[in-house]
Nanobody
Framework: QVQLVESGGGLVQAGGSLRLSCAAS????????MGWFRQAPGKEREFVAA????????YYADSVKGRFTISRDNAKNTVYLRMNSLKPEDTALYYC??????????????????WGQGTQVTVSS
């Protein structure tokens, strides 16, 4: 049973930084694609970033490219999302997600089978 547990959310001023963590357990994740999604109030959940666990290739939504960095620590079975230059429009509930295989460029949430419970990020202006 795959379990994903997010942490690291909080309240930050615009221009600040946060690092989200996603602790993964229950499988060997070497072939997995790990993703971060977010959902703002009244909006649909949207793709943020993804990384291939083996090899480390990454892909980002245009809205976060150059500001956010996704990475993984194999020894800790943890995926990170470093968020810099945060904007009020980054305010959302951030979810970690995983899929056993697949195209990193397939950003549809339906392609991911495993989800964490989410961690709230609030950016004040």
């Amino acid at each position: 049973q795959v379990q994903l547990v997010e942490s690291g959310g909080g309240l930050v001023q615009a221009g600040g930084s946060l690092r989200l963590s996603c602790a993964a357990s229950g499988r060997t994740f070497s072939t997995y694609v790990m993703g971060w999604f977010r959902q703002a109030p009244g909006k649909e959940r949207e793709f943020v970033a993804a990384v291939i666990w083996s090899g480390g290739s990454t892909y980002y939504a245009d809205s976060v490219k150059g500001r956010f960095t996704i990475s993984r620590d194999n020894a800790k079975n943890t995926v990170y999302l470093r968020m810099n230059s945060l904007k009020p429009e980054d305010t959302a509930l951030y979810y970690c997600a995983a899929k056993p295989t697949g195209n990193i460029y397939n950003t549809g949430e339906g392609s991911y089978g495993y989800w964490g419970q989410g961690t709230q990020v609030t950016v004040s202006s």
